[in-house]
């Protein structure tokens, strides 16, 4: 009897894999013997095989570029990839006893493939419209062997006019067979899995499409990859639940915040808050509403923003550093009815008069001190409960944030953000940049500027990379002091913010640091130099703007080049617009899963203002090099036209930063009766000499037309809270001195 009943467990579980192998096989268009293997492996693993569909889309000769994060992934492939596809191994992988076992469904070379292109037989087997698997290295920054790998598979891939494929299989990093160290991915035995595979092109066509002479065929094959890894993220998810993800990824106890005055929060402990508070903000308002947001970094803002993800409202970001005039501008401009603070941030910042203007405004503002006194322990207890559970799930697609823009060179305006918007931002900096639970991120960077939030905030979070919030960038003195303590790998920052910090640093204050990502500004080789020689630190420029949420470009660790902003972020598309009197560049127009939603104007209160085809325009001149390195030449309205040419204000200040590194400068332009415009530099050096200037310059090569028709010097140079030059407050400073009433162009 015992052996009828396990006989018939036998037969009922055969029946159940076969049905399962024959469905797959199906679904997947791949061989009987392949589906019946890779059934059991889908049931262990949940393998989301939607993005797979690629995999056998193409006709020979192709090559699958397989990102290979696990000694499992060779396995998954065998399985999904068409039956006759030769898949190059590496004698590490092959020798594992599970790879060794689906050997048998497919062909396979075990050498070192770095010497690819030099065998014949892997040329001989594409020509003959053949298919090859090949495997790369894990790294998302990979080394000069890395690179030389890819420019193997490039020759490869031209030679026999092969189409290339790539395949990333998401989290299999996390699987105990990982090649990724423990310390930097936490191991889950069943890790959820997912297979994304990308169209079939040609390189030729990758660098066509990049844009002739913006990229190399090595260089293109990387920024596929790139996006492959890229489309793993679950963009349909919203940020609640993106964080509720991350949680279970890297373990809901991991302690994942700090600031200076509350201490740290576990990712479970943070969710919680954040329910809490999220049920409180939703009766106090109606979905989808902006809510305002006045606080500094710290604990607190990160869990009100969470809240309001998890209520369905929107988090509008307030800058106290604005001033009352463009707060009660911003909120009318939004129509925020409730504003979140803190009175204890109010006391502190002594912006009780910021407070009054608000409330002056008719506008309600919910003190969290307050809030926090009537939690009950019934709705602590219901919140522990529900953690993982939105108060009211969302759509991707939905409003998530509202950041305004700094109102450098005009009134700011309200840039609403999606949920997709935000996450697909962080997605597209992990793509790019090699981070781990092992780094600990210093954010100095307000989340009120859109690189503090998305980058200082958002994407450690998203990534288990430890972050602590330090509520102000402009204490020079006490930030050194703090990171000595802290010790972290990471850190954003502003070229001022940088400099300020370093004058008053010791030597030992940084020594943690890996690498800091700076923007908002340009920055100077003196900051670069300081930081490298003092500190072992690479200081790597990126590119952005509040609209794309906000990066667009940047330099890494494996891919830099001075005096440029980077390369582009994987999934961003760019054109350039010519622009009169400029040869080696264009006015920069992006689109992207991170591109806004659209704005919010002061003239039309409330109503969103959407992008008509996606693409945004930057206003920003920018030329890109034949590797893809994009250099910002200016704002298109930081453009000074001088007897017909164009000068970008930006190269003026870099060209007397080269000369007086240790001041600040700011160019500005104004109307001149017989040259159309001329140039007015605004500096902090004492005494400056306009004749340094002719003398450098023409030691630099630069033309006559760069040099200032006049300098004059300031005490300082006013900076917005971002860090970045006020050039509005400047020019009126200019005016006033000059004592005309000149307009900028």
Same mark, same amino acid.
């Given at each position: 009897?015992?052996?009828?009943?396990?006989?018939?467990?036998?037969?009922?579980?055969?029946?159940?894999?076969?049905?399962?192998?024959?469905?797959?096989?199906?679904?997947?268009?791949?061989?009987?013997?392949?589906?019946?293997?890779?059934?059991?492996?889908?049931?262990?693993?949940?393998?989301?095989?939607?993005?797979?569909?690629?995999?056998?889309?193409?006709?020979?000769?192709?090559?699958?570029?397989?990102?290979?994060?696990?000694?499992?992934?060779?396995?998954?492939?065998?399985?999904?990839?068409?039956?006759?596809?030769?898949?190059?191994?590496?004698?590490?992988?092959?020798?594992?006893?599970?790879?060794?076992?689906?050997?048998? /469904? #497919?062909?396979?070379?075990?050498?070192?493939? !770095?010497?690819? %292109? +030099?065998?014949? $037989? =892997?040329? *001989?087997?594409?020509?003959?419209?053949?298919? /090859? #698997?090949?495997?790369?290295?894990?790294?998302? !920054?990979?080394? %000069? +062997?890395?690179? $030389? =790998?890819? *420019?193997?598979?490039?020759?490869?891939?031209?030679?026999?006019?092969?189409?290339?494929?790539?395949?990333?299989?998401?989290?299999?990093?996390?699987?105990?067979?990982?090649?990724?160290?423990?310390?930097?991915?936490?191991?889950?035995?069943?890790?959820?899995?997912?297979?994304?595979?990308?169209?079939?092109?040609?390189?030729?066509?990758?660098?066509?499409?990049?844009?002739?002479?913006?990229?190399?065929?090595?260089?293109?094959?990387?920024?596929?990859?790139?996006?492959?890894?890229?489309?793993?993220?679950?963009?349909?998810?919203?940020?609640?639940?993106?964080?509720?993800?991350?949680?279970?990824?890297?373990?809901?106890?991991?302690?994942?915040?700090?600031?200076?005055?509350?201490?740290?929060?576990?990712?479970?402990?943070?969710?919680?808050?954040?329910?809490?508070?999220?049920?409180?903000?939703?009766?106090?308002?109606?979905?989808?509403?902006?809510?305002?947001?006045?606080?500094?970094?710290?604990?607190?803002?990160?869990?009100?923003?969470?809240?309001?993800?998890?209520?369905?409202?929107?988090?509008?970001?307030?800058?106290?550093?604005?001033?009352?005039?463009?707060?009660?501008?911003?909120?009318?401009?939004?129509?925020?009815?409730?504003?979140?603070?803190?009175?204890?941030?109010?006391?502190?910042?002594?912006?009780?008069?910021?407070?009054?203007?608000?409330?002056?405004?008719?506008?309600?503002?919910?003190?969290?001190?307050?809030?926090?006194?009537?939690?009950?322990?019934?709705?602590?207890?219901?919140?522990?409960?529900?953690?993982?559970?939105?108060?009211?799930?969302?759509?991707?697609?939905?409003?998530?944030?509202?950041?305004?823009?700094?109102?450098?060179?005009?009134?700011?305006?309200?840039?609403?953000?999606?949920?997709?918007?935000?996450?697909?931002?962080?997605?597209?900096?992990?793509?790019?940049?090699?981070?781990?639970?092992?780094?600990?991120?210093?954010?100095?960077?307000?989340?009120?500027?859109?690189?503090?939030?998305?980058?200082?905030?958002?994407?450690?979070?998203?990534?288990?990379?430890?972050?602590?919030?330090?509520?102000?960038?402009?204490?020079?003195?006490?930030?050194?002091?703090?990171?000595?303590?802290?010790?972290?790998?990471?850190?954003?920052?502003?070229?001022?913010?940088?400099?300020?910090?370093?004058?008053?640093?010791?030597?030992?204050?940084?020594?943690?640091?890996?690498?800091?990502?700076?923007?908002?500004?340009?920055?100077?080789?003196?900051?670069?130099?300081?930081?490298?020689?003092?500190?072992?630190?690479?200081?790597?420029?990126?590119?952005?703007?509040?609209?794309?949420?906000?990066?667009?470009?940047?330099?890494?660790?494996?891919?830099?080049?001075?005096?440029?902003?980077?390369?582009?972020?994987?999934?961003?598309?760019?054109?350039?617009?010519?622009?009169?009197?400029?040869?080696?560049?264009?006015?920069?127009?992006?689109?992207?899963?991170?591109?806004?939603?659209?704005?919010?104007?002061?003239?039309?209160?409330?109503?969103?203002?959407?992008?008509?085809?996606?693409?945004?325009?930057?206003?920003?001149?920018?030329?890109?090099?034949?590797?893809?390195?994009?250099?910002?030449?200016?704002?298109?309205?930081?453009?000074?036209?001088?007897?017909?040419?164009?000068?970008?204000?930006?190269?003026?200040?870099?060209?007397?930063?080269?000369?007086?590194?240790?001041?600040?400068?700011?160019?500005?332009?104004?109307?001149?009766?017989?040259?159309?415009?001329?140039?007015?530099?605004?500096?902090?050096?004492?005494?400056?000499?306009?004749?340094?200037?002719?003398?450098?310059?023409?030691?630099?090569?630069?033309?006559?037309?760069?040099?200032?028709?006049?300098?004059?010097?300031?005490?300082?140079?006013?900076?917005?809270?971002?860090?970045?030059?006020?050039?509005?407050?400047?020019?009126?400073?200019?005016?006033?001195?000059?004592?005309?009433?000149?307009?900028?162009?």
């Amino acid at each position: 009897m015992g052996l009828i009943i396990v006989a018939s467990i036998v037969a009922v579980l055969a029946s159940a894999l076969v049905g399962a192998a024959l469905l797959e096989m199906n679904r997947l268009k791949i061989r009987f013997r392949q589906a019946l293997y890779f059934a059991p492996l889908k049931l262990i693993y949940r393998i989301d095989t939607r993005g797979a569909r690629h995999m056998n889309d193409a006709a020979g000769p192709v090559i699958y570029v397989i990102s290979e994060q696990s000694k499992l992934d060779p396995v998954i492939c065998q399985a999904l990839l068409p039956e006759a596809t030769l898949h190059v191994l590496d004698p590490a992988s092959a020798d594992n006893w599970l790879v060794q076992t689906f050997r048998t /469904l #497919a062909k396979s070379v075990v050498f070192d493939k !770095e010497h690819m %292109v +030099a065998n014949r $037989r =892997l040329l *001989r087997h594409l020509k003959g419209k053949g298919r /090859l #698997a090949v495997y790369l290295p894990a790294a998302v !920054e990979p080394d %000069v +062997a890395g690179m $030389r =790998l890819y *420019r193997a598979i490039t020759l490869l891939a031209r030679k026999s006019n092969a189409k290339v494929v790539p395949v990333f299989i998401g989290n299999s990093r996390f699987l105990p067979s990982s090649f990724t160290p423990p310390s930097k991915a936490p191991r889950k035995r069943f890790a959820p899995l997912s297979v994304h595979a990308l169209p079939a092109e040609r390189i030729d066509t990758l660098v066509e499409k990049a844009g002739k002479g913006f990229v190399t065929p090595s260089n293109a094959l990387f920024d596929r990859m790139a996006l492959a890894r890229y489309s793993a993220a679950d963009l349909t998810l919203g940020l609640f639940r993106a964080f509720v993800e991350a949680a279970k990824t890297y373990g809901p106890s991991r302690v994942v915040i700090e600031d200076t005055v509350t201490g740290s929060l576990t990712y479970k402990r943070m969710l919680i808050g954040a329910r809490v508070l999220a049920k409180r903000f939703a009766a106090m308002s109606k979905p989808g509403e902006a809510m305002g947001v006045l606080l500094p970094n710290a604990n607190g803002v990160v869990v009100t923003f969470l809240a309001l993800q998890s209520a369905g409202r929107v988090a509008a970001m307030l800058n106290y550093s604005s001033g009352s005039a463009n707060i009660v501008s911003a909120i009318k401009t939004a129509r925020i009815n409730t504003v979140l603070s803190s009175r204890t941030f109010i006391e502190k910042a002594e912006l009780q008069s910021l407070a009054e203007a608000i409330e002056a405004n008719g506008t309600k503002i919910v003190w969290l001190e307050d809030l926090r006194e009537t939690v009950t322990t019934a709705e602590k207890l219901s919140a522990a409960l529900q953690w993982k559970r939105p108060v009211l799930p969302v759509k991707a697609e939905d409003p998530a944030l509202i950041l305004f823009t700094s109102g450098s060179e005009g009134t700011p305006k309200g840039v609403v953000l999606s949920h997709r918007n935000v996450h697909a931002n962080a997605a597209q900096a992990e793509a790019r940049f090699s981070i781990s639970v092992e780094d600990t991120l210093f954010n100095v960077l307000p989340v009120f500027h859109s690189f503090g939030m998305t980058g200082g905030t958002v994407l450690p979070l998203l990534y288990g990379v430890r972050l602590f919030l330090y509520p102000s960038p402009l204490h020079y003195k006490l930030i050194p002091a703090a990171a000595s303590k802290v010790r972290p790998t990471i850190m954003f920052g502003t070229d001022t913010f940088l400099m300020g910090y370093a004058r008053t640093a010791k030597d030992t204050d940084f020594e943690s640091l890996r690498f800091v990502v700076a923007g908002a500004e340009a920055v100077k080789p003196h900051t670069r130099e300081l930081y490298a020689e003092r500190f072992q630190c690479k200081v790597l420029e990126g590119y952005g703007m509040t609209e794309a949420a906000p990066v667009v470009a940047a330099n890494t660790c494996s891919q830099e080049r001075y005096d440029t902003v980077g390369r582009l972020f994987p999934g961003i598309s760019v054109r350039l617009e010519p622009v009169e009197g400029i040869e080696d560049g264009g006015r920069l127009w992006v689109k992207g899963s991170n591109v806004m939603l659209g704005y919010l104007k002061a003239e039309r209160p409330g109503e969103l203002q959407p992008l008509s085809d996606g693409w945004h325009d930057s206003g920003d001149i920018v030329a890109i090099d034949r590797e893809g390195y994009v250099s910002v030449c200016g704002r298109a309205k930081r453009f000074a036209k001088i007897a017909g040419e164009m000068v970008s204000l930006g190269a003026v200040e870099m060209l007397v930063q080269a000369l007086w590194p240790e001041n600040q400068h700011a160019a500005v332009s104004v109307p001149d009766r017989r040259k159309g415009e001329r140039i007015v530099l605004a500096t902090t050096k004492p005494d400056p000499d306009k004749k340094e200037i002719v003398d450098y310059g023409k030691r630099a090569g630069v033309t006559e037309l760069m040099v200032p028709s006049e300098i004059l010097p300031f005490r300082d140079i006013p900076v917005l809270g971002s860090g970045k030059i006020d050039y509005a407050a400047t020019l009126e400073r200019v005016r006033k001195r000059l004592g005309k009433s000149n307009k900028a162009a």
